[in-house]
């Protein structure tokens, strides 16, 4: 596990840059192996506990809400965070119709700079680590929401993040049974050819349903990751049942939810940013005093999580910048041990930091002027 830093640690040195300017740089092939290398599990598990660590130091972070642009096929957004040491960033989109090009719904990259000087220190693909991280934020928060004991879970929606979210609740929290359901059979398929492996080493069941009823009825665990971007019911209140936990995954940007309104107001509702979980997540449909739980105070012991086996919660998960950076982290870090970062000369090396115009000088050719 990677301890958690305050704000008066000292910047960290990398250790491949070869000088000043160099970024360290993760591309999407050596994040593929180096989860492969490390193991899926155990990256899902150094990604929770880092995610943890730095909601419990919340009020260290400056904060914000992430920064979109919405068109008519999807949405890309901007997501900043930062401490007194790093500065983080991540760009990433979601365009549902992106599979019918060939293109993942989700793509995205990011950053850490040093916040003393605003250097680069380290660029990364976030593609494969956001679906990490995002069913890694799952994990942490289901620790404490989710009944103890929880068994089964409903997992709704079988695209990109499904697998990801499967392992993490299989692996981690001892869910043993699986019930699949998704609009299209061929993702249900794809997802068990993909843990087939992992459902053995684990003893774990999976069933495919075929509905959402008969996915969610006696689950512990409600799992929603679908992807179009439309005002849906996924869950309707008349599916709860006495201390389920609903995950609710999919409902991320503004005009596209998953759970019917009745459902936050029967259940216990956890977030992680409140500003912006309430223009984007399945939140947008309440009014404005809705009362809601930011989830750090949970873990900081200023609120309660689960006060009783019989409450419903409900974790209305859209993403936040500080998950990212805390991936981020995590990734930089298990990338050095395992030699896999890669150096790129991202900034100038200036002999003269002052004279940005000589690096044309040193690099261009005589170009004979003619006269006007």
């Not at 193991?39 to 899902?44: D, P």
């Amino acid at each position: 596990m990677f301890a958690a830093r305050g704000p008066s640690a000292t910047p960290t040195t990398p250790t491949t840059a070869s000088n000043k300017t160099t970024t360290e740089f993760l591309s999407v092939s050596h994040a593929a192996q180096l989860i492969a290398q490390t193991g899926v599990v155990e990256c899902l598990r150094l990604m929770a506990d880092a995610i943890e660590a730095d909601f419990a130091r919340w009020q260290d972070f400056d904060k914000s809400a992430r920064i979109a642009a919405h068109s008519s096929n999807g949405v890309i957004e901007l997501m900043p965070v930062a401490d007194s040491v790093d500065y983080a960033f991540k760009y990433v989109n979601g365009h549902p119709v992106n599979t019918q090009h060939g293109l993942p719904t989700v793509m995205a990259f990011g950053a850490l700079a040093d916040v003393a000087t605003g250097t680069p220190r380290f660029v990364s693909e976030l593609t494969l680590t956001t679906a990490l991280r995002t069913a890694a934020t799952s994990l942490m928060v289901a620790r404490r929401l989710a009944r103890k004991n929880s068994r089964s879970m409903a997992l709704i929606g079988n695209g990109s993040q499904s697998e990801f979210q499967a392992l993490a609740f299989v692996g981690l929290l001892g869910v043993r049974e699986l019930r699949l359901f998704d609009i299209d059979p061929s993702a249900s398929a794809k997802l068990l050819r993909n843990i087939e492996f992992y459902l053995h080493e684990y003893s774990a069941q999976v069933r495919v349903c075929g509905s959402v009823e008969e996915a969610v009825r006696g689950a512990d665990i409600v799992t929603t990751v679908t992807a179009d971007k439309a005002r849906a019911i996924i869950v309707g209140a008349h599916m709860l049942e006495p201390g389920m936990h609903l995950n609710a995954v999919g409902g991320d940007c503004p005009g596209k939810t998953e759970l019917e309104r009745t459902v936050l107001e029967r259940s216990s509702v956890f977030v992680e940013y409140e500003p912006q979980t309430r223009v984007e997540g399945d939140l947008q449909q309440m009014p404005a005093d809705f009362a809601v739980t930011e989830f750090w105070r949970v873990i900081q012991g200023a609120a309660p999580g689960r006060i009783s086996s019989e409450e419903i919660t409900v974790f209305d998960s859209v993403g936040f910048a500080l998950e990212d950076y805390s991936a981020l982290r995590t990734m930089r870090q298990l990338g050095r041990q395992a030699g896999l970062l890669e150096t790129i000369a991202l900034i100038p090396e200036l002999d003269d930091p002052k004279d940005l115009f000589g690096l044309l000088r040193l690099n261009a050719r005589p170009v004979r002027l003619r006269r006007a």
